[in-house]
């Protein structure tokens, strides 16, 4: 029964670099969120998914970032051109159903050096 | 636009005694609300829920209260103990569940 598992842990990335970010839910869960956490702030939503399908990416912003849930394979998380303020931890979250909760990977600390 | 608050950035208390940590909402529509504790460096970790039908939901060390009127919700943790120092998330849901709306974390201290 593993958890969430997110990869890699550590990620440093120069300015205008690609960083993707991967997440495997738990078995069983096809509900998948991102959030980020931004040094001294709380977690942010970023994007909300199912198998093969984007359901809510209000929580992205509108340049640089995608997210895909393939339907075979993690999810990723994409960030093209990097630039220093998206230095931050990135979480992924899962659960099988609605209204049941969600747990979290370990996160991806993204350093744009 | 912050439709989950905690309003205390951090809590301190003696080994022993009661941690009570608060947290408010503005969304009518938030039926499902989540506590979770995070340490640094790591993933948040998820503690004890409520669904809104009701308004007390206990699990060992852990109750959570819910007042639907007030919109508030509170996390009771008795007796604490040192390994409970963490931040902790209280978070909301709507039945799209879309996302978990987060407050910004309340920083509990523990005292030996």
């Known amino acids: 029964n593993a958890g969430v598992m997110q990869n890699p842990r550590h990620l440093v990335r120069r300015r205008g670099q690609e960083a993707r970010l991967r997440c495997s839910p738990m078995?069983?869960?096809?509900?998948v969120y991102w959030y980020r956490q931004l040094p001294e702030e709380g977690l942010k939503f970023m994007v909300y998914?199912?198998?093969?399908?984007?359901?809510?990416e209000s929580g992205m912003p509108k340049e640089r970032f995608s997210a895909e849930f393939p339907k075979e394979g993690p999810s990723i998380l994409r960030i093209q051109q990097v630039v220093r303020g998206d230095s931050a931890a990135y979480f992924c979250?899962?659960?099988?159903?609605?209204?049941?909760?969600?747990?979290f990977g370990q996160g991806t600390r993204l350093t744009v050096v | 636009d912050q439709q989950v608050k905690q309003n205390s950035p951090s809590l301190s208390v003696q080994e022993g005694r009661i941690s009570i940590l608060n947290c408010d909402y503005t969304?009518?529509?938030?039926?499902?609300f989540l506590w979770y504790k995070k340490y640094p460096a790591e993933g948040p970790t998820f503690l004890i829920s409520?669904?809104?039908?009701?308004d007390k939901n206990e699990d060992g060390r852990f109750t959570v209260f819910l007042n639907k009127s007030a919109k508030h919700l509170s996390l009771h943790i008795v007796p604490s103990q040192p390994g409970d120092s963490a931040v902790y998330f209280c978070?909301?849901?709507?039945?799209?569940?879309?996302?978990?709306?987060f407050g910004t974390g309340t920083s509990l201290t523990v005292i030996p």
């Open positions: 979250a899962s659960r099988g159903q609605l209204n049941t909760e969600a747990f």
């Open positions: 078995k069983g869960h096809s509900h």
């Open positions: 998914l199912q198998k093969e399908n984007i359901i809510d």
């Open positions: 969304n009518s529509m938030f039926d499902y």
């Open positions: 409520i669904s809104s039908i009701k």
């Open positions: 978070a909301a849901d709507t039945n799209t569940g879309n996302q978990f709306y």
